[in-house]
Each structure stands twice: as C-alpha cells, then as structure tokens.
C-alpha cells in the first residue's frame, strides 16, 4: 500500500504558495514516518519555485510535483495580513474534487499548504481502520477567541466540517465522496442558496461540508469519521505570525474584545493551521532554513 | 488610580492572558498526545480508560473488544499489551505537561512565557 500527503499549490500575484509547500515538505520530512509528498500545481508556480530554490533541494523535499493546467476563474479571496492590509486575490485551489484521480498513493492524506505540520499526530491516519477521516472540530490559537463561522456553514445551516485535512482510502465510497464535492462546486450557487449561506468565495470546507452532508443521506450521521487529532489548531488572518525556532511558532493574536490590540502566543510541536498567508510567506525561508 | 498604578494592573492583565494562553497550549498539547492509534481504532487515553482496562487486566482476561472514541468495536486481542502501551504514553505526556506547565508558572515576565 502505498501512502503519501497531496498539497495544492497555484501561486497568485501576492502568495507564493509554492514556497509554503516547500515549508512544509521540510516540516513533513522531518516529523512524519509516511512523508513522501505530492505537489498539484501549475508550470508558473513550478517555474517559480524552481527559480527560487535548488532543483535537487526542491527534489528532495517533494517527491512528486504534478503540473496541470490552471484554471482561470473569478473566485476571488479577501486576504489579510493582520487587520491593517489585506488583498483581494484570485483564489485558485480549487481542484480539491481531483484528488481521488490525482493522488498516485493508495491511501492519502491531503493537507493545506498552510497548516503547518509540527508533529507526527498525522501518522496515525494510515493505523485506523476509517477509509474517509476529516475533523469537524477546531479551536483558535487564542483559547477566549471563538468563531460562529467553524462551526456551521450558515447560521441555521449545517455541520462545518474542515477540507484543511482529509484522509482517504481509494475505494468507492470515497470516489463517491469526491464526485459529490465536486458536483457541489459545478452547482455552488444552487447550493447555497439550498443550505441558506452566503459565501462570495468559493470554499472547499463548504463544498466538502455540503457533500458529507448530502451521502450522510441529509442528516447527521457518520459517513466520515475524525481525524486522529482532537481539533485542527488555527489562527486567524488578523493575527501576525512572528517569529519560528525549529517547532516553535511565535504569534501575535489580535484580542478579540480590543482590535489592534495584540497577545503574544508560542505554539510547540503543535500543528498549526496558519491563516496569514502573507505572514507565513514571510517566515517560509526561515521554517526551510531551520527543518532541512 | 494613578497613572503608574494603573499601568502596571494593566500590565499584569497582559501578563494573567498571556499566562493563560500559554496554559491553553500545553493542555491541547497534551491532550492530542493523548489520542492513541490501537489495531485500527482510535482510542482517547484518560483516567477512565485506564482503570477500566486495569480492571480486567487484573482479572486474568488477555482480549476483549472494546469501544473507541467513535464508538466502533475494536477487538483488543493482547490486553496486556494494550493497557501497558496507554500507560506508557499517559505517563509520558502527562508527566510532560506537568514539567512545562510547572516551568511556565515560575515565569513572572511575558517576554519569559514564550521564550
């Protein structure tokens, strides 16, 4: 059996997605026993990362880079860099739907680019006997900082459950699953029209949640099964990431009752889903240099 | 209140959140340490897990089927080998915890909780 982690990575004008999948390959390689990487990307962000980086570097720390067409699209994505800036970028991660044909393992585990892996918790994935695992639960790095939005897709609508991490065994039922999410995607608007939210964006945490839902036979069952992590640790893109020491991440968290206002915080060893992008393109080189 | 008192109570508040989040971090820490991966189940180790298969450990039974955290029936077919692995790693992250978060409560700066 073969087993393997997939990223996405498509670079936009401000995000160079490619250089945090180079972050956290290294991070992979060296916490993880089932570590082999595959990359979805485009021949810009290839090109790109290749420009920036070692080709032999880069190819011992991602063992597979698969190159597709991108797609254009209008999907566009508010991006902060803490409260102060934020951009709005073509968001084009979108072809989440694929991995089922995409992934050359036979058990994968797909991941953001940004969550940052710190630990070998995810091992565990391959150990279970659950074909489809993928978390519901999530708590803020900032443990009084609570959002409505993590826990259902619309206020009177479903379970939010996280596409940031989702392990799947090749077998029909998780064909299934990717089928669905991707018949979600083709038919977003009905879709949220149907499960009352309002997303300009297209999210994959949406289309997955709405897809669990629709074969859990539009109820709350249990089709898929958690991850072997309790919760999915975020920050939030108000939050300014500051500062890494090997496994040690340092965040400045924006209070929740006083904007502009900052806690210092030092995760350890923990994973990490970082939502500044801007931020974590910043400290990429520094997470390289310090976990080669 | 003067505005040097006042100061330094704010200045504490800083420190108490900060103290507190730290805190936070080694208990989420330690409790997904704590999940454990057991013949294709997943089972969360507490105090209640422990006991209950110490309870028929000691009673001579060497496999039983359990329960894990999604309520699937999981057949433990080397008790003892089991309850020996979960103590391990209850010791291991528990003893860890108390370490860090002892180290933690000694730190009177902020600047000294995430160093």
Not at chain 1, 111 to 129: H, P, S
Not at chain 2, 97 to 112: G, I, S
Request: glycine share 2%; with cysteine.
């Amino acid at each position: 059996m073969s087993r393997g982690i997939l990223f996405y990575a498509h670079n936009n004008r401000h995000i160079d997605y490619g250089k945090i999948a180079l972050a956290n390959s290294c991070l992979i390689k060296k916490h993880m026993k089932n570590n082999s990487v595959t990359i979805v990307t485009d021949e810009g962000t290839v090109n790109w990362l290749y420009k920036a980086y070692d080709k032999d570097f880069v190819d011992s720390k991602i063992d597979n880079i698969m190159v597709e067409r991108r797609r254009n699209t209008y999907n566009k994505k508010r991006f902060y860099d803490t409260r102060y800036a934020k951009q709005v970028e073509t968001f084009y991660n979108i072809d989440r739907h694929n991995s089922f044909h995409y992934s050359p393992y036979d058990e994968t585990l797909i991941l953001d680019v940004d969550y940052m892996i710190c630990n070998n918790q995810f091992d565990m994935c391959w150990e279970l006997d659950y074909d489809i695992q993928i978390n519901r639960d999530s708590k803020d790095i900032f443990s009084t900082r609570k959002f409505e939005e993590f826990n259902r897709i619309g206020e009177q609508s479903i379970n939010f459950y996280w596409a940031t991490a989702v392990f799947f065994r090749k077998t029909k039922e998780a064909e299934m699953l990717f089928d669905t999410v991707n018949h979600v995607q083709q038919n977003y608007e009905y879709y949220k029209l149907l499960y009352h939210f309002d997303a300009p964006t297209f999210r994959n945490d949406f289309a997955f949640s709405i897809a669990i839902h629709l074969l859990n036979g539009m109820a709350n069952n249990n089709f898929v099964k958690p991850l072997p992590v309790p919760f999915l640790q975020h920050s939030h893109g108000f939050d300014d990431f500051i500062d890494v020491d090997g496994t040690k991440f340092k965040f400045l968290l924006e209070k929740p009752n006083n904007p502009g206002d900052y806690l210092v915080c030092q995760t350890q060893d923990t994973n990490i889903h970082v939502m500044n992008k801007f931020a974590l393109n910043r400290l990429s080189d520094k997470i390289i240099k310090e976990n080669s | 209140m003067t505005d040097q008192r006042l100061e330094k109570a704010l200045e504490f508040a800083n420190y108490r959140s900060t103290l507190a989040n730290q805190k936070e971090k080694l208990k989420d820490r330690c409790e997904a340490q704590l999940n454990y991966a057991y013949n294709g189940g997943i089972f969360h180790i507490n105090e209640t897990l422990i006991s209950f298969v110490d309870s028929f450990h000691r009673q001579g039974k060497q496999s039983m089927v359990m329960l894990d955290s999604n309520k699937t029936p999981v057949d433990i077919e080397n008790l003892e080998d089991f309850y020996n692995q979960i103590t391990t790693r209850w010791f291991e992250s528990v003893n860890e915890y108390h370490r860090q978060h002892t180290d933690l409560a000694n730190k009177r700066k902020v600047h000294k909780l995430v160093d």
